[in-house]
Every structure is written in C-alpha cells, then in structure tokens.
C-alpha cells in the first residue's frame, strides 16, 4: 500500500527531541564542566627556579662547599625564612617546598639560588607565579635579624619538572620525592624506592654479597671486609634500587681501593673505595650521599639509620626488598664498657643500635650506609657497616666505621 514518506518524517516523536535536547545540553554540561574543573579547580604542580643576593658577607669560598657548616648555617636561615613567607600568606595552600640549591660566593655577597614548588590550578598560574614573587620579594626587603638581603636581585622563572628534579638529584643526600622521612636489617621494614638513592648492592658474580654507598657519579664507598674472597674488580658488579635481583642499573667495577692500614681478620680501618667503570646517571632512585666533614660530630643519641639486604636475623632469611632499621648513636664510653665490647672499640669506630638490643645491622649489610639527616632533611653518611657480635644481640650494638676519621683518606683517592 502506498504510503507518503514525508508525511511520516515531519511528525518526530516529542520525545526524540526532548532526548536530543537532553543530549546536546548533557554533553555541553560535560564539557564545561571538565573544562572548569582542569582550569579551576584541578592544581598542576609548578616548579620554579629562582636567585637573590646576601648582602655584607664577607667572602668566604666555604659557602659554595655544599656540606660546609656556613653553606648549612646561611642555607638553612634562607629556608626558614622562605617557609615562614609562604606558610603566612594566602597561597600557604598552594605552597609545597622551597630549599636553597647552591650558594655562590663574591666580593660582599652570597648569591642563593632556589628552588620551589607549588601546586595551583591552570587559570590560577599566572597570579600565583605573580604572588610568589611578591612574597619573596617583600621577604627580601624585610630584614629582620641578621642578614640583609637585596629584594631587587631577586630573579624567578618557571622550570620544567624534568629540571627540577635534575636539580635536587644532583646535589647529596636529597631525596627527589618528598616523602615523609622517619617513618619506618634485624627489625627493620621495608624501604620505598628512591628513599635510600644511595644505597648499593656489591655482588660477586651476580650474588649479593655487601652493601656500598654511592658518594659521586663514580665511586662508592664500602667496607674493606667485603674484598676478602677476591680483590679482582672483574668478579663485582654493583646495582641500585630496592630489589637485589633483577639488577637495577648494573656497573662494573674499574678499581678497588683497599685501606692501607686494613689487615685480614682485624676490625680497624675497614673501609675500601670502588671507582666505577662509567658514571652513574643520576635519578630519583640513584644519586649520592654527602660526606660529612672531618670535623662534624654527631653526638649520642642521635636518631640514624641503617640500610641494607642483609640478613634478618643471625644466620636467618634474607630479604628480597631494602630494609631499612632507626637506631641510635652510642657513646664509645658505653660501647667499651666491659658487658658491650671492652675496649675494642676504637676513636675510628662508631657504635649504634641500642644496648638493649633487636634492632641492628646483620650479615650480608657489611660495607652498607648509616646515615643522619640534618635539620633541613640532607642525609650524611656517618657510618659503614663493619661488625658486631652476632645481630640484635642485648649489649652487643653494631659497629660502624666512623667516616669523619676517614674523610681526608676518601679524598685522597677519589678527590671528593
Ligand atoms: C657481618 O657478619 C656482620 N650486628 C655485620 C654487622 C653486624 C654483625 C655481623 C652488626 O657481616
């Protein structure tokens, strides 16, 4: 039967229009929606570098030796300073961290060179960026307490996070996430990737065998112990990470450097260097540590902590992941006493865990790192794992080479 087809066509169904006109404006509403929220509401993270001058500083080439106790002392007053800016003004929401990268001496000033990061929405990047540099700038052209800065030396831009994080890798004891730092070998836990960047397994024919610690893009330092089956560079590799195996990032070994004074048997002067084969190209997970300076001290009590794939107990399992154990630094006094070492304990030596015992270094962690952080979060090497009586024991703490003793032989061969 005949039918008209126009007829049909021009009587659409209310209700197909009433869904068609849902539709549009649903999926416009979507759209603006999304659109608000990545510009409005959702933050992007900003990294920013940044530049201001100290005014009436006598020059001092101290302040560009990055673990020197001026470049600390002045560093660590900018920081606060920066901190208090930011936490006190109305983008304290936006603020994430600020640090001083390096300090350059001239003539009268110090020039600081930072570093921030700030998380705002797109639409809000440009005033955020304008607030930053209104804070520092009213910062700098405060001078309460001791130090005058210039305000009108103050230089920011914008970096890229690849950069940024360039930069934070590439100076010692940082950590590129930041990640809350003391919270949790024999009764240790495990490690987060990138928290011990310095840490490295030593291995003989692909086994673990020690623990290193990274101080350059080309050395290593170790326990002299840990040469004691073979000293042919040929036989060691070395790998980073929180797994042993796979490697993560292997290198091999150029040349080992044994402390002259170490003998085979002995507990005195265990220390060694390894010098790499080719640099290591530093990431969040793989960078170096700071060496302290001879003269710093790091009184008893001291929270530090040990890291390693050592065993977990005496003779027991070992682990697949980095652990991680805080102890406590010991005086030599009670370290000697006659129920812990008895006077085996030497100027050289550095003793840490707790007399009461359980948590401590074991086998397997010899010629890994105790480290320290400071106050502004820069993590030193204070020890390296060297010996004890058995692990975890009451009385018996570990025993760690003391590498401010040590500092002047470590530059000696590797010129750092
Ligand atoms: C070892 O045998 C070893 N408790 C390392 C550290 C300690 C004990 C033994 C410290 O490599």
Redesign the pocket.
Known sequence: MYRPVTTSRTSLSPWIIAFIVFGVFGVLGITIGLLVHFLAVENTVYYYQGSFKVLDTPYNTNYERETSSENNYLSKILETKMVDAFQSSSIYRQYINSQVITLVPDNNSVTAHIWLIFKAPRSMKEPTRRKIESILHQMLSNHSGSLTTDSKSLRLVEISKVNAEKMINNRCGRRARMSATFDRV?GGSSAREGDWPWQASLKINGRHY?GASLISDRYLVT?A?CFRKTQNPKNYTVSFGTKVTPPYMRHYVQQIIIHEDYIVGEHHDDIAVVMLTEKVIFNNDVHRVCLPEATQSFPPGEGVVVTGW?ALS?NGEYPVLLQKAPVKIIDTNTCNSREAYNGAIQDTMLCA?YIEGNI???????GGPLVHPNSRYIWFLVGI?????????VN????YVRVTAYRSWIASKTGI
């Not at 401590?360 to 010899?366: E, M, N, P, R, Y």
């Not at 794992?385 to 024991?393: F, I, T």
Request: charged share 20%; aromatic share 8%.
């Open positions: 024999k020690c326990a112990h050592g005496y865990g401590d270094a074991c086998q397997g962690d010899s794992v060297s010996w004890g009586a058995e692990c975890g024991k018996k703490p570990g025993v």
